[in-house]
């Protein structure tokens, strides 16, 4: 058994629009955008949806939305989620990139919210 909960909504924007494009939601959305300590191609819309991520993050890759699925077992995870259908197209520091049917981008990454957030809002999988 294994648990796993949407966690975050990012917003892909080019490396060199980054910036702005974090300014404008920041703005448009009343937060304050701030980059974690270590991960600075991401810039996350402080406290902009209750118990969820969102986040701007610097891609050298399309303009898009993704959104990520955090999971106590990342590996288990992929696995159902391939089994619904989704295509791994890469992996990269223990984060899998998955292709849902229909095109959309999804992450699977390991747990990085508050254990009780994760708690009380993670599906049990068996």
């Known amino acids: 058994m294994h648990r796993s909960r949407l966690s975050t909504i990012l917003i892909d ?3 060199d629009q980054a910036d702005a494009s974090a300014s404008f939601w920041s703005s448009a959305l009343g937060v304050p ?9 991401f810039r996350t819309l402080q406290d902009c949806v209750p118990n969820l991520v969102v986040a701007v993050q610097s891609v050298e890759d ?13 590996q288990a995870e ?4 391939t089994a619904l259908g989704a295509v ?9 990139t998955l292709r ?7 992450c699977v990454i390991p747990v990085h919210s508050d254990e009780q957030i994760f708690g ?5 999988w068996s």
């Open 78 to 81: 992929v696995a159902r989620l």
């Open 13 to 15: 924007a080019p490396s």
């Open 100 to 106: 849902a049917p229909g095109g959309h981008l999804l």
């Open 120 to 124: 009380a809002l993670s599906r049990t």
């Open 33 to 41: 955008a701030q980059s974690p300590p270590g991960e600075p191609q």
């Open 62 to 74: 399309s303009v898009r939305y993704h959104v990520d699925i955090e999971t106590d077992d990342v």
């Open 88 to 96: 791994e197209v890469s992996s990269w520091q223990g984060c899998h």
